[in-house]
């Protein structure tokens, strides 16, 4: 069988916290096959890795990442023992041994310019992929970077033919709607990357069970994104034995 490529979401954050160089390390050691960053803007235009539009659930501040600077957002990470990475930090981390999947989070065009200056003052264009939620940004990606992969995060009530003609060239449909329309539609034509858990799952984004992880292998998709890489590395394992 085709066995679908390991995602790390956010870093191996199962053991690890999230979108940080520990999580991204780890990631790689398990055996993932990419390994996933978020991505926002800080006020002074630095881009961090970051899921959140603040760090009150990681490190307790309700300061917004889009109004405080890196600096001001890195001393509040480390007040709660944790060390905020830019994008730049989590590239050199993962590509020199993986591919990275960067989430942006926001959807203006302000932040593509940003993380393609990143992408390309590493020289990483053919290292990355671009994970998107609008159509606009994904023809901005492709056109300000050409060559570059995106990966369209669909909204729940996008066309997927909109994204194919901007330039995506794979699409991210949620567990919990892989017997939907679009999801049926995209399965077996196009690359679907599926992420675990999440909304009508009952579980926390990219937290899988055993009778979760056996459904969305079910469906054939060509990569899984979850917390734990371990746990689908070792299903692999298994299956090649």
Request: proline share 0%; net charge negative.
């Given at each position: 069988m085709n066995r679908p490529l390991v995602i790390a979401h956010r870093g191996h954050s199962a053991r690890y916290p999230e979108n940080t160089l520990e999580a991204y390390r780890a990631a790689i050691a398990a055996g993932a096959d990419l390994v996933e960053t978020d991505a926002r803007l800080t006020a002074d235009g630095v881009v961090i890795a970051a899921h959140d539009p603040d760090l009150a659930r990681l490190a307790g501040s309700a300061?917004?990442?889009?109004?405080?600077?890196?600096?001001?957002?890195?001393?509040?990470?480390r007040s709660s023992g944790i060390r905020l990475a830019t994008l730049a930090e989590a590239l050199a981390a993962i590509c020199p041994h993986r591919q990275a999947l960067i989430d942006v989070k926001t959807q203006d065009l302000t932040i593509i310019d940003a993380v393609i200056a990143v992408i390309g003052g590493a020289g990483l264009r053919d290292r990355v992929w671009i994970g998107v939620r609008d159509v606009l940004q994904v023809a901005h990606a492709r056109l300000q970077m050409p060559g570059v992969r995106v990966l369209a995060f669909l909204p729940d009530t996008a066309n997927p033919n909109h994204f194919a003609a901007a330039g995506a060239s794979a699409f991210r449909i949620w567990e919990g709607a892989l017997d939907g329309k679009v999801a049926t539609g995209l399965l077996g034509r196009v690359p679907v990357w599926v992420t675990a858990g999440g909304s009508g799952t009952g579980r926390r984004v990219g937290d899988v069970d055993t009778e979760g992880l056996a459904a969305i292998l079910g469906k054939s998709p060509q990569a899984v994104l979850l917390n734990d890489p371990d746990l689908l590395v070792g299903a692999q394992n298994r299956v090649a034995s």
């Open positions: 300061a917004a990442i889009a109004t405080t600077t890196h600096a001001e957002l890195a001393a509040i990470a």
